[in-house]
């Protein structure tokens, strides 16, 4: 499978955020849209944390998410998991690890979900100005692998 990205590039007030919400309204049969915003984010794990959950969330249906909370729950120490919210014990948990694993899942959802990430170059920013710039390009190359991923 092919993976698809697009890069809105535009000043400020244009109507960018707008029309990603407005694609999140669009009930389309194949596609799901769902719109994250992550211009507050400054660490990477954190980025991959708010990915992660959303994932985890658009799975929450049939049995087949029963078994995969099963083995998630094991290994993350998840204490909670409701519509609005999952909590993880207290381990260190690699989150961009975590959605490569959960594409695999994924994959199998009825729907191609579409990620549309409002402020991902400010939230690059960030990682540059409050760890460095080291850890931006990580950040990027991990981004990147996970968007190529095969499954």
């Not at 658009?58 to 099963?70: H, I, P, R, S, Y």
């Not at 094991?74 to 409701?82: A, E, G, T, V």
């Not at 993880?88 to 549309?116: A, M, R, S, T, W």
Request: net charge positive; with cysteine; charged share 30%.
């Amino acid at each position: 499978p092919e993976s698809n990205n697009v890069s809105i590039a535009a000043p400020r007030r244009v109507g960018k955020s707008s029309f990603m919400l407005n694609l999140v309204e669009i009930k389309e049969a194949e596609f799901q849209c769902i719109y994250l915003i992550t211009e507050s984010i400054n660490k990477l794990n954190e980025f991959f944390k708010k990915i992660y959950k959303i994932l985890l969330s658009q799975l929450n249906t049939g049995a087949k998410f029963k078994q995969l909370v099963e083995v998630v729950f094991k290994r993350l120490d998840i204490r909670k998991n409701s519509a609005t919210e999952i909590e993880f014990g207290g381990i260190d948990i690699n989150y961009f690890e975590e959605n490569l694993f959960l594409c695999k899942e994924v994959k199998q959802f009825p729907k191609k979900l579409v990620l549309l990430i409002d402020e991902f170059s400010k939230t690059v920013e960030n990682i540059i100005t409050d760890v460095s710039k080291e850890a931006a390009k990580n950040f990027l190359h991990q981004c990147r692998e996970l968007r190529q991923n095969p499954v």
